[in-house]
């Protein structure tokens, strides 16, 4: 299982921020994600520290799954986002497309998807996504 980072090292999801400024605050529950990016950002980092509680709580009902068990083989090695559409603060839908860079039992690949959001209530949810390439 992948350690957790420490509050002041930077985000798995690459942006720049620390983790306590950008994923940690949303996988703590301190904050809620503002825009779809953010909780794409914020689910990806939580596929990479095996945090399927996060994920199942980010999940719309509607197409959430019972249970979530994560692969401990999968290293997430990088997060690349390639497009928003919509998923601001006052939106109520967006997407994000990216790819998702990861390890596998030493094979390398990427997913490359774009990942549907609702905003219901002031909280984004992850729907679902169309696989690319």
Request: glycine share 8%.
């Given at each position: 299982m992948p350690e957790k980072p420490l509050?002041?090292?930077?985000?798995?999801?690459?942006s720049g921020l620390s983790y306590a400024e950008c994923c940690g605050r949303f996988h703590t529950g301190q904050a809620e994600a503002a825009t779809a990016e953010q909780l794409m950002r914020?689910?990806?980092?939580?596929?990479?520290?095996?945090?399927?509680?996060?994920?199942?709580?980010?999940?719309?009902?509607?197409?959430?799954?019972?249970?979530?068990e994560l692969d401990p083989a999968m290293e997430w090695r990088r997060l690349d986002i390639l497009s928003t559409n919509r998923g601001g603060p006052l939106d109520a839908a967006g997407t994000v497309e990216f790819k998702?860079?990861?390890r596998?039992?030493?094979?390398?690949?990427v997913q490359h998807e774009t990942s549907r959001f609702v905003r219901q209530n002031r909280r984004w949810y992850?729907?679902?996504?169309?696989?690319?390439?």
């Open positions: 509050a002041t090292s930077n985000c798995v999801c690459l914020s689910r990806y980092s939580a596929f990479a520290l095996l945090n399927a509680g996060y994920l199942l709580k980010t999940w719309h009902p509607d197409t959430a799954p019972a249970d979530l998702a860079h990861f596998h039992d030493g094979e390398r690949g992850y729907v679902g996504a169309d696989l690319l390439d």
